[in-house]
């Protein structure tokens, strides 16, 4: 049998995998079934982060234990002497903003970590500006910088259809795609890259960058949040900051939501968490305004249905 083309690093407390036909060293540490993995790895506690972390998504994070599931079992292969061949794990996240793509790409990134596939687990997020020079020979070393920033871990870039802009001759983001092309080929083993936009604008990007979609191996659509979704978030948000909606307030962010979704630029999960800090805005200034009176914990964390509804959504 030959030899596996690539070695997993073991997780710790685990025993890496020897050479098929080679005496193990500790078998009772060579990990036989998927709850040796998950016990190992523990990456089952990052799955628990994502639901805590995020509403919703639920496409999404099934997409994410599909590919934990294939990693946990390539570990298993390995650990038998089964050949392999290192998997490709580039990935696409299209949607909307706010839908939650950078917390995957962090989650995703300690998921790799944990199992071994990358070396420290960190991400870099990045847009085009981080990687694309002003003049002739600025670009390759902006690229390669952050590339070498990202080694070992998981490099996100965000709307990446930005790198390519055929409509002007003079510029550098070609010069960018073809270094990225090339790590992303060569050292698949030690960076993992995530490219992120709106998914028109992404599924135009690939269509003129052949070469960078045969090597995305994983596409993620993220969806927007319903409006109770929204609800839920706005209600975690809060309960992080330590404040509370008053009696009918939540009912008039319901009807902020139902309003400012259908406004341009609406951003989910952005979004709600701009009007929240608006709204806590006003009732500072609420408070600010009655200077001699003391303050009960309750005046201090509570937002009042006239925090909300002094938004300019609610002019027309």
């Given at each position: 049998?030959?030899?596996?083309?690539?070695?997993?690093?073991?997780?710790?407390?685990?025993?890496?995998?020897?050479?098929?036909?080679?005496?193990?060293?500790?078998?009772?540490?060579?990990?036989?079934?998927?709850?040796?993995?998950?016990?190992?790895?523990?990456?089952?506690?990052?799955?628990?982060?994502?639901?805590?972390?995020?509403?919703?998504?639920?496409?999404?994070?099934?997409?994410?234990?599909?590919?934990?599931?294939?990693?946990?079992?390539?570990?298993?292969?390995?650990?038998?002497?089964?050949?392999?061949?290192?998997?490709?794990?580039?990935?696409?996240?299209?949607?909307?903003?706010?839908?939650?793509?950078?917390?995957?790409?962090?989650?995703?990134?300690?998921?790799?970590?944990?199992?071994?596939?990358?070396?420290?687990?960190?991400?870099?997020?990045?847009?085009?500006?981080?990687?694309?020079?002003?003049?002739?020979?600025?670009?390759?070393?902006?690229?390669?910088?952050?590339?070498?920033?990202?080694?070992?871990?998981?490099?996100?870039?965000?709307?990446?259809?930005?790198?390519?802009?055929?409509?002007?001759?003079?510029?550098?983001?070609?010069?960018?795609?073809?270094?990225?092309?090339?790590?992303?080929?060569?050292?698949?083993?030690?960076?993992?890259?995530?490219?992120?936009?709106?998914?028109?604008?992404?599924?135009?990007?690939?269509?003129?960058?052949?070469?960078?979609?045969s090597r995305i191996a994983h596409h993620?659509?993220?969806?927007?949040?319903?409006?109770?979704?929204?609800?839920?978030?706005?209600?975690?948000?809060?309960?992080?900051?330590?404040?509370?909606?008053?009696?009918?307030?939540?009912?008039?962010?319901?009807?902020?939501?139902?309003?400012?979704?259908?406004?341009?630029?609406?951003?989910?999960?952005?979004?709600?968490?701009?009007?929240?800090?608006?709204?806590?805005?006003?009732?500072?200034?609420?408070?600010?305004?009655?200077r001699e009176r003391a303050l009960t914990?309750?005046?201090?964390?509570?937002?009042?249905?006239?925090?909300?509804?002094?938004?300019?959504?609610?002019?027309?």
């Amino acid at each position: 049998m030959n030899p596996p083309l690539y070695a997993v690093p073991a997780a710790a407390g685990e025993a890496a995998p020897t050479e098929p036909g080679a005496p193990a060293t500790d078998t009772a540490a060579i990990p036989r079934s998927v709850g040796d993995v998950l016990r190992n790895s523990q990456i089952e506690t990052v799955f628990d982060e994502l639901d805590r972390d995020l509403v919703g998504l639920a496409p999404v994070k099934q997409r994410i234990r599909d590919i934990a599931a294939l990693l946990v079992i390539d570990r298993l292969r390995l650990a038998l002497g089964l050949q392999a061949h290192a998997p490709s794990l580039h990935m696409s996240f299209t949607g909307n903003p706010g839908t939650g793509k950078t917390t995957v790409a962090m989650r995703m990134a300690q998921i790799l970590h944990r199992l071994g596939y990358v070396r420290k687990g960190h991400l870099v997020a990045v847009t085009r500006d981080d990687l694309v020079g002003q003049y002739i020979g600025h670009t390759a070393p902006k690229t390669k910088e952050v590339l070498k920033k990202a080694m070992g871990g998981v490099l996100f870039i965000d709307e990446a259809y930005y790198l390519y802009k055929p409509e002007n001759e003079r510029d550098y983001g070609q010069e960018a795609i073809e270094i990225l092309l090339q790590v992303m080929e060569n050292q698949r083993d030690d960076l993992v890259v995530i490219l992120a936009g709106y998914k028109d604008r992404m599924d135009t990007f690939f269509r003129s960058n052949p070469g960078m979609s045969s090597r995305i191996a994983h596409h993620l659509d993220f969806p927007d949040y319903s409006h109770g979704e929204l609800q839920q978030i706005a209600d975690r948000m809060l309960d992080g900051m330590s404040y509370r909606f008053a009696d009918g307030a939540r009912e008039v962010f319901g009807e902020y939501l139902t309003r400012r979704i259908a406004q341009p630029h609406f951003a989910n999960a952005r979004s709600v968490r701009n009007a929240l800090d608006r709204a806590r805005l006003r009732q500072a200034s609420r408070l600010f305004a009655d200077r001699e009176r003391a303050l009960t914990q309750g005046d201090l964390t509570t937002l009042l249905p006239e925090d909300i509804r002094a938004s300019r959504v609610f002019a027309n």
